[in-house]
């Protein structure tokens, strides 16, 4: 479990709360979105030469404003400039590339470093105004000069017009070719060289819009079978789809669904059961899903239900009418995998975030806050008390302050290095007896 913690980005306004969170396929790179259509990047510093077992820790890398507000003049709608993901795609190159999306318009982009400049043009000065021609007198070789590291960010495409609802999730495929985009009623699959069109590929709007029962609420692509993808439901269902079944996947080829238990029937019981985040693991075999209350892991060959489920914050059962009031039950949850499937993580509220280990059974609830983010500082586990005997540091469920909540996480995919963004906050968190080891 992660020990140390480094506290990164603190703003204080309404367009510098953190929406996304994603690390590249090395964890060299960590991407964030804002509220604000903002990409933050951070990189990892390389490891000191007097401190050969210290981990190198995250710094600004680039900034770049992604989205703007935009203005739907047919429907009368406001297009918010917020970052709904942040996909990256695997690197080719030298150069690293990254697509991010609004609630309409996907872009990719490239990102470029820069370290030599030319210099001793024939027909062009210094400034680079062209010379008079009649003063060059003799020709000369340029050269390449080195200058201060410079990371350029430049929009390759713009992919735009493919969702007439919000876009809530984006995956790229391992055929590196392609990427899906998941709407509230549709899923489309497009080529990361055409801008201009994308096939629909799971449509489920019912011709009368009073017949819509359920939503679509995320959406990934397999790791390893480019033909395979998985989305989820507001019903709390999941769906495994074969593109080489039909080229429109409305007949999914498993349902994965869970009884409901007649006994824990509610008013609230369908709200809770929502899918916000549906993960592949890396190795393919499982799926983990985050609902309102649970995570849940899933086994690709059984669909009748979940082989492992984890109670996040079950104390919360008895406060669901009050989190329907201020509208906190509607609020979607991530779930993040580490890099060899063992330990899961998923955020709560006041700032907790909880970790499972699937092989031990133990759960840690720890806290992101200010006294936490001290370098080699040790994060101390918490507890939440139902009622009767407190300990000293419990925390009652009633004290429990629901306008911090850590909706985004991420976990590098190799180490136990974890991202975690807390509203306007965002912590790296690392097991400091993981890095001893290395």
Request: one cysteine or more; hydrophobic letters at 35%.
């Amino acid at each position: 479990m992660p020990d140390c913690a480094v506290i990164l980005l603190d703003f204080t306004s309404q367009a510098d709360i953190i929406s996304t969170v994603e690390f590249n396929h090395t964890g060299e790179l960590l991407a964030t979105g804002d509220k604000g259509g903002r990409v933050v990047i951070f990189q990892r510093e390389p490891e000191s030469k007097n401190e050969p077992y210290s981990q190198g820790e995250y710094n600004v890398y680039s900034t770049f404003q992604s989205h703007e507000p935009e203005f739907d003049y047919l429907k009368s709608l406001e297009i918010e400039e917020k970052i709904n993901k942040i996909k990256w795609l695997p690197q080719q190159n030298a150069a690293h590339s990254l697509l991010s999306t609004n609630d309409k318009t996907i872009k990719l982009w490239k990102i470029t470093e820069r370290d030599k400049r030319p210099e001793g043009y024939n027909l062009k000065d210094e400034e680079g105004k062209l010379k008079d021609l009649s003063t060059v007198t003799s020709l000369q070789v340029p050269v390449l000069k080195p200058m201060d590291l410079m990371v350029e960010v430049t929009p390759r495409r713009i992919f735009a017009n493919g969702h007439t609802y919000h876009v809530n999730s984006i995956s790229v495929n391992s055929d590196c070719e392609t990427y899906m985009s998941a709407d509230d009623l549709r899923i489309n699959l497009w080529h990361l060289a055409i801008t201009d069109r994308s096939f629909n590929i799971v449509d489920i709007k019912p011709a009368n819009m009073e017949d819509l029962t359920e939503v679509i609420t995320a959406s990934e692509f397999h790791p390893h079978h480019c033909n395979l993808f998985v989305y989820s439901s507001s019903k709390g269902s999941l769906r495994l789809c074969d593109m080489r079944a039909s080229a429109l996947c409305d007949k999914h080829s498993k349902l994965y669904e869970e009884p409901e238990d007649p006994s824990n029937r509610s008013f609230f019981s369908e709200i809770i059961s929502s899918v916000s985040d549906v993960k592949f693991s890396h190795s393919g075999r499982y799926m983990l899903t985050r609902d309102y209350l649970t995570v849940k892991v899933w086994d690709l060959n059984m669909e009748t239900k979940p082989v492992e489920t984890y109670q996040v914050h079950d104390y919360l059962r008895s406060k669901l009418c009050s989190l329907y009031e201020n509208d906190c039950i509607f609020d979607k949850f991530e779930c993040a995998w580490n890099g060899s499937d063992s330990v899961i993580m998923t955020g709560a509220y006041n700032n907790f975030f909880r970790m499972f280990d699937r092989n031990t059974k133990r759960d840690v609830t720890l806290e992101a806050s200010r006294e936490s983010s001290k370098p080699r500082a040790i994060l101390k586990p918490r507890r939440v008390c139902v009622g009767g005997k407190r300990r000293k540091d419990d925390i009652s469920v009633d004290s429990l302050d629901f306008t911090k909540k850590i909706l985004h996480t991420a976990w590098h995919p190799t180490e136990n290095i974890i991202a975690i963004a807390a509203t306007n906050n965002l912590y790296i968190f690392q097991d400091k007896v993981n890095s001893e080891m290395h």
